[in-house]
C-alpha cells in the first residue's frame, strides 16, 4: 500500500509562502535562510518555485528522485525544481495544454543549471526508443555548445549566461519529444572585445587554446600561450574549477552529437581564430598630401594570417581599415579612416563576426533538432534570460536587460492574476479585484513609440547632423523630465536647479525592483551597431565556406541602402515576440536567489537576498496569492488528511468527498468565513485555520498513535501466549512419541539378540557335521593317491632301465667313429707339413741363384744411388701432391698445404712465396689504369693510418670518390667551380671550428694542387684560400672521428689556424 505524504509534513520553516504566519520581508528572509541551513534549496509561492544557489553538489537529483517526483501531486511532496517539471510535462500531455517554464534571476542564482534540470527531468520521464533517445540526446547536447560560446566568467559567476535563451520542446500526442526551436536574445558582443576587470572573454576562446591539439593549432595558425591575444583579458584567464581542456573535448562530442559534420566544425574554429587574430591588429597614421592622416596595419603578419585563414585577399581586407566608401543614390563617395575610426571598425567587424556565428550555430543546431512531423505538436517552452542588473557602471547593456525584465515581470503579474481568477471562476468562487503595482508604465516609458527612451533612441541615431550621447540625454530632458519614474540632473520644471545625486552624463530610472542609475556613454554607438560596408563587402569576397553565410549584405548585387535596424529596435522586437508566445502558453515559474557574493557554499548573506527578493517581486507574488484564500486542496486528499479529527468520517466515509469535508468542517466548528466550498476544492482564506487544522490533527496522530500502541502491545502479549501454549503441546507430543521409540528400540534389540544366539547354535552344529564329512572325502582320496604313486614309479624304473641300454650303445659307435676322424687329420696334417717345407726350400734355393747371378753389377757406390733414387721418388711424390692441392688465384686467400717431411721446410717456405707473388701478378695484370690508381691511394692511406688511424679499417672498402659535391654537374656550386682554374682534387662539407667559442660552422672544402679552398656552404662564396706551400703540415687524431688540423707556417699562423672535421 503507498503511504501518502504532503507538504505540509516533516517541514522546515513553511514550505509554501503563502502559508507564511506573520508575513513581512523579514520572517520572509528568516524562513529561506532556515531552509538554506537545512539544505532546503527550494520553496514554493503557490506555484512558484523559489531557488537558492547552494554552490555545492547536493544529492537531491538522482534518479530515484525522478521517480520519486513522478506522477505526483505538486503539493504532495517536499518543494522541489522537480515537481514543477513533472506538473509542467503532465499538463501538457494529458490536458493537451502548451506550457512555458520562465527562470529568472540575477547572474549567478542558477538559472542555467535550472533549466539544465528541468530538460534532464523531462528527458528521463518521457517515452524511450532508440529515435526518442536521439532526439533527448540532441536537446540536451545542444546546452555544451550554447554555453561554450555564449558564457563567461564574471565577476558573480564562473559560468554566466550573456545571452537570453528560449527552447521551445515539441512533444507528439504520447508526450514523446519531437524536436525544438531554439531563440537567442542580445548577446553580449562588447565582452569580445573588451572584458572588465576581473572577467573572461568567452568559453571558447579558451577552451580552444587549452584543448586543441598543437596540429590543430598550427592549422588555426595559433599558439597556446594566451597572453598573445589583446581580446583575452590574462587577470582571470585560468578559473579554479573550470577545466577547459576538458570542457573543450566535450563540446566538440557534443557538436558531434547535435549533427555538426566534422568541415563545418573546422570553419566555426576558424572563424573563432579570426577573431582572435583580429583583436591583434595595431594601427599606425600616415600622412597624406591633403594633411589628412590615414590608418595604416602595423604589423601584417597577423592580418596575413588571418586573411589565409578566411580565404580573404591581403588587400581587399587592409583596405577596408583604412578607406571607407559612403553611398548615396548614385554617388559613392571614398574616405580615410584616422587610426581611432580603424580600431572601431576592427571591434566592429570581431563584433560582428562573433555575434553572427552564433545566431549560425543557434540556426544550425534547429537545424538538428527541429521536428521533421509537420502535423500540430504540442510545446513546453523553457525562458532562462538574463536577470535584473544593478551594476556600479550601467550602460546600454543593461538597459536593454532590464527592459526585458519589466516586460517579463508585467507577464508574471498579469498571468499570474488571470490564473488565480480563472480558477476562481471554475470554482464558483467570488472574485475581487486585487490592488497591485501595475510596472506597465515603467515599460511604456522605455517602449513607447512616440516618447519611449527606445524611440527617441533611434530618432537620434537616424537624425543628420552631429549626434552624440550628450544630445541624446538633453533630448530625455526635454521629454521625460516629467515622468515620475525618470530623473535626471537637470528637470523640465525646475530648469535652474540641479539633482546633485547624479552625474551630468547619467540618468535614473525607478523600476520595479528598485532605481537603476545609467550612464549614456556609448548608448548612441551600441544602438546604432554599425559596421561598414566596405568590410562587409570585403568579407563576402572570402572564400571560406561560412563567411559569405554571414555577410550577405555584402554582396555587390544586393546593395541596400537603406540603413540597417538599430539593435534597440531589433530587441524591442523579439521581446514583443517572446511575450505573445509566452501569452499563449500556460506559464511556469522558477525564481533563481543567489545566497552570497562569494559564491561559497553555507552563507546566506540577509542584505544581498533581501535586494534580490524586492526585485523579484516575491512579497508582491505572496500578497496576490493571499489576497483571496492562501490556500486550496481538492476534497478527496483533504478528507483523506483530516478524516481523524471527525468521528462520523473516521475511519471511512461512504460518501461524496465533499459532504464529508462539509461534515467535518462544521464538527470541528470552523468560521464560514474563514473558508468556502468550491466544485472540487475547499478554499481556506487565512493560514492560521490551516495550521490550526494541522495542530488538531497533530494531536489526532499522537491519540491515534497511543491507541494504535495499546491494541499492538495487547496482540503482542496474545499471541505470545498463545504461542507458548502451542509450544507446550508439541514438547509434549514429541516427549511421548519419543518414550515409545526408546521402548520399542529396547524390545527390538533384546529379540535381536536372542535370535543371533539360536542361529549360531545351529551354524556350529552344521558346521561340526560338514568337517566330518570332509576328513572322510580327504583320507579316501589320499590312499588312491599314494597307490597311484606307487604304480607309477614301477613303470618309471622300467623305462629308465630301457633307455640307458640304448645310450650305452649310442656311446661306443661315437666313440668308435672319432676315433677313425683323428686319424685321418693326423695323416693329413703330416702331408701339408711336407709340401710346404720343399716350398721354402725352393724359394731359399731361387733367391740364393739370383744373388749369385747379380752380384757382379754391384759397385761400392751403390748405396748412394739408392739414397738419392729414393729422395728423388720422395720429390716427385710431394710436388705431385702439391700440384693437386694449391690453394686459389685469390691474393687474400692464407691458406697452404701442409708439409710432408720437415726436411723440406725451406723449399716448402719458399714455394709459398714464390706461388704467392706470382699470382699477385697475374691478379695486377688484370687491372685498368683507373683501378690501378685507386689501389695505389689505397696504398698509400695503408702507409699514412694502417694501426694509427682507428676509424681506418671501416674505410678500406670505400671507394676514394674525390667530388663528393659533384662540384661540374651540381648547378648549386657552379659558379664556385667556375671561379676556380684548377682541377679540383676532393671536395667535401666539413665543420669549421671557432676557436673563440668552440662552435661548428658548415663549410665546403676545396683541396686543389696548389691551394686548400674553404667556401660558405649556402651561398657558394670563398671565405679562404691557402696555397699548399704555406701549410706546414696536417695533423689528425687517431680516435674514429673525422677531426684533422691545418698548421701553417709560422709566418701565416698570427692570422689564420684552421680546425676541420667531417
Not at 520542446?169 to 514523446?176: P, S
Not at 496482540?715 to 507458548?724: A, G, I, Q, T, Y
Not at 607309477?792 to 676322424?821: C, D
Not at 702507409?943 to 670518390?961: C, G, H, M, R
Request: charge should be positive.
Amino acid at each position: 500500500m503507498e503511504v501518502k505524504t504532503s507538504l505540509l509534513d516533516n517541514m522546515i520553516g513553511v514550505g509554501d509562502m503563502v502559508l507564511l504566519e506573520p508575513l513581512s520581508e523579514d520572517s520572509f528572509l528568516e524562513n529561506l535562510k532556515k531552509r538554506f541551513d537545512h539544505n532546503e534549496i527550494y520553496t514554493y509561492i503557490g506555484s512558484v518555485v523559489i531557488s537558492l544557489n547552494p554552490y555545492r553538489s547536493l544529492p537531491i537529483y538522482t534518479p530515484d528522485k525522478v521517480e520519486e517526483y513522478r506522477n505526483r501531486n505538486f503539493y504532495e511532496l517536499s518543494p522541489h525544481i522537480y515537481a514543477l517539471a513533472d506538473e509542467a510535462y503532465r499538463s501538457l500531455r494529458d490536458q493537451d495544454k502548451d506550457q512555458c517554464i520562465l527562470i529568472t534571476g540575477e547572474s549567478g542564482a542558477g538559472k542555467t543549471e535550472a533549466s539544465k534540470l528541468v530538460m534532464s527531468y523531462v528527458a528521463a520521464v518521457c517515452g524511450k526508443g532508440q529515435e526518442v533517445n536521439k532526439v533527448k540526446e540532441q536537446l540536451l547536447q545542444s546546452n555544451p555548445v550554447l554555453e561554450a560560446f555564449g558564457n563567461a566568467k564574471t565577476v558573480r559567476n564562473d559560468n554566466s549566461s550573456r545571452f537570453g535563451k528560449y527552447m521551445d520542446i515539441e512533444f507528439d500526442f504520447k508526450g514523446d519529444p519531437l524536436g525544438g526551436v531554439i531563440s537567442n536574445y542580445l548577446l553580449e558582443k562588447s565582452r569580445v572585445v573588451k572584458q572588465p576587470r576581473g572577467e573572461r572573454n568567452f568559453h571558447i576562446f579558451y577552451q580552444l587554446l587549452s584543448g586543441a591539439s598543437d596540429d590543430m593549432l598550427k592549422k588555426l595558425k595559433l599558439e597556446r600561450d594566451f597572453s598573445k591575444y589583446n581580446y583575452l583579458s590574462l587577470d582571470s584567464a585560468t578559473v579554479s574549477g573550470l577545466d577547459d581542456a576538458a570542457n573543450f573535448r566535450t563540446v566538440r562530442n557534443a557538436m558531434q552529437i547535435v549533427g555538426f559534420m566534422e568541415d563545418e566544425m573546422q570553419s566555426v574554429l576558424e572563424l573563432v581564430a579570426a577573431v582572435l587574430k583580429l583583436g591583434n591588429l595595431d594601427f599606425k597614421p600616415e600622412s597624406r598630401c591633403n594633411g589628412m592622416d590615414e590608418s595604416r596595419v602595423k604589423d601584417k603578419n597577423d592580418l596575413k594570417e588571418m586573411c589565409e585563414l578566411l580565404g580573404i585577399e591581403q588587400s581587399v581586407l587592409e583596405r577596408a581599415f583604412s578607406y571607407r566608401t559612403v553611398e548615396a543614390k548614385m554617388e559613392k563617395v571614398s574616405t580615410t579612416l584616422n587610426v581611432a575610426q580603424a580600431y572601431y571598425a576592427r571591434d566592429a567587424l570581431a563584433k560582428n563576426l562573433y555575434s553572427r556565428l552564433f545566431s549560425w550555430l543557434v540556426t544550425r543546431i534547429n537545424e538538428s533538432i527541429r521536428a521533421q512531423a509537420k502535423t500540430r505538436h504540442k510545446v513546453m517552452g523553457v525562458l532562462d534570460i538574463y536577470g535584473f542588473e544593478i551594476f556600479e557602471d550601467n550602460s546600454f547593456e543593461q538597459f536593454i536587460i532590464n527592459y526585458c525584465n519589466e516586460k517579463l515581470q508585467q507577464i508574471f503579474i498579469e498571468l499570474t492574476l488571470r490564473e488565480e481568477q480563472e480558477e476562481y471562476v471554475r470554482e464558483g468562487i467570488e472574485w475581487t479585484n486585487i490592488e497591485y503595482f501595475n510596472n506597465a508604465v515603467i515599460c511604456d516609458l522605455i517602449e513607447n513609440n512616440q516618447n519611449g527612451i527606445l524611440a527617441m533612441l533611434d530618432e537620434e541615431c537616424l537624425r543628420p547632423g552631429t549626434v552624440t550621447d550628450e544630445t541624446f540625454l538633453d533630448k530625455l530632458n526635454t521629454i521625460c523630465a516629467e515622468h515620475q519614474h525618470f530623473e535626471s540632473r537637470l528637470n523640465k520644471n525646475s530648469k535652474f536647479l540641479n539633482d546633485h545625486s547624479l552625474p551630468h552624463n547619467c540618468f535614473r530610472i525607478q523600476h520595479y525592483a528598485g532605481k537603476v542609475l545609467y550612464r549614456v556613454e556609448g548608448f548612441v554607438d551600441k544602438n546604432n551597431d554599425l559596421l561598414y560596408r566596405d568590410l562587409s563587402q570585403a568579407m563576402y569576397k572570402a572564400n571560406h565556406s561560412l563567411i559569405k553565410q554571414l555577410f550577405p549584405e555584402g554582396n555587390p548585387a544586393k546593395v541596400n541602402l537603406k540603413r540597417p535596424p538599430t539593435a534597440g529596435f531589433q530587441f524591442r522586437a523579439s521581446v514583443g515576440t517572446l511575450m505573445g508566445n509566452l501569452q499563449t502558453k500556460n506559464p511556469n515559474y522558477i525564481r533563481c536567489i543567489k545566497p552570497n557574493d562569494k559564491k561559497a557554499a553555507h552563507i546566506f548573506t540577509d542584505s544581498l537576498v533581501r535586494h534580490q527578493v524586492r526585485y523579484l517581486g516575491l512579497m508582491e507574488n505572496v500578497r496576490v496569492r493571499r489576497a483571496g484564500y492562501a490556500f486550496r486542496q481538492a476534497y478527496e486528499p483533504c478528507l483523506e488528511r483530516y478524516k481523524m479529527l471527525c468521528k462520523n468520517t473516521w475511519p471511512h466515509w461512504k460518501g461524496p468527498a465533499r459532504q464529508g469535508v462539509e461534515v467535518l468542517m462544521t464538527d470541528l466548528q470552523v468560521p464560514a468565513e474563514e473558508f468556502a466550498y468550491g466544485r472540487s476544492k475547499i478554499f481556506i482564506r487565512n493560514p492560521r485555520t490551516l495550521f490550526f487544522l494541522e495542530e488538531k490533527r497533530k494531536q489526532c496522530l499522537e491519540d491515534l498513535a497511543t491507541l494504535i500502541q495499546k491494541i499492538y502491545r495487547g496482540w503482542k502479549c496474545r499471541s505470545h501466549f498463545l504461542l507458548l501454549k502451542k509450544s507446550e503441546i508439541v514438547v509434549a507430543a514429541w516427549y511421548r512419541r519419543y518414550a515409545q521409540q526408546k521402548k520399542y528400540q529396547k524390545i527390538k534389540h533384546s529379540t535381536t539378540v536372542v535370535q543371533s544366539y539360536t542361529r549360531g547354535w545351529q551354524a556350529r552344529k552344521l558346521l561340526r557335521e560338514l568337517k566330518y564329512q570332509k576328513k572322510c572325502e580327504e583320507a579316501v582320496t589320499t590312499i588312491a593317491a599314494f597307490w597311484h604313486g606307487t604304480q607309477a614309479r614301477r613303470e618309471l624304473r622300467k623305462l629308465k632301465e630301457e633307455a640307458r641300454n640304448k645310450h650305452a650303445v649310442s656311446v661306443i659307435w661315437a666313440g668308435w667313429q672319432g676315433t677313425k676322424a683323428r686319424r685321418e687329420l693326423r695323416r693329413l696334417k703330416e702331408e701339408a707339413r711336407r709340401k710346404h717345407a720343399v716350398a721354402v726350400i725352393w724359394a731359399y734355393w731361387q733367391g740364393l741363384k739370383v744373388r749369385r747371378e747379380y752380384r757382379k753389377f754391384f759397385r761400392a757406390n751403390a748405396g748412394r744411388k739408392i739414397y738419392n733414387f729414393t729422395i728423388q721418388r720422395i720429390m716427385q711424390k710431394y710436388f705431385l701432391g702439391l700440384k693437386s692441392n694449391l690453394p686459389s688465384m685469390s691474393p687474400i686467400d692464407k691458406s697452404w698445404p701442409a708439409r710432408p717431411y720437415s726436411f723440406l721446410e725451406g723449399v716448402h717456405a719458399e714455394l709459398r712465396r714464390i706461388f704467392h707473388l706470382w699470382r699477385c701478378k697475374k691478379y695486377r695484370s688484370q687491372f685498368t689504369e683507373e683501378k690501378k690508381a685507386v689501389y695505389e691511394e689505397k696504398l698509400e692511406a695503408s702507409e699514412l693510418f694502417k694501426d694509427k688511424k682507428a676509424l681506418y679499417p671501416s674505410s678500406v672498402s670505400q671507394t676514394f670518390k674525390g667530388d663528393y659535391l659533384e662540384m661540374v654537374k651540381n648547378p648549386k656550386y657552379q659558379k664556385l667551380s667556375s671561379a676556380i682554374d684548377e682541377k679540383i682534387l676532393l671536395a667535401d662539407v666539413v665543420n669549421k671550428i671557432n676557436r673563440a667559442n668552440g662552435k661548428s660552422s658548415p663549410r665546403l672544402f676545396l683541396l686543389t694542387k696548389k691551394s686548400v679552398i674553404l667556401a660558405d656552404q649556402k651561398t657558394g662564396q670563398v671565405k679562404t684560400s691557402l696555397p699548399l706551400p704555406d701549410l706546414s703540415s696536417v695533423s689528425t687524431s687517431t680516435q674514429s672521428d673525422g677531426f684533422f688540423a691545418l698548421k701553417l707556417k709560422e709566418v701565416r699562423r698570427k692570422w689564420f689556424e684552421v680546425y676541420l672535421f667531417f
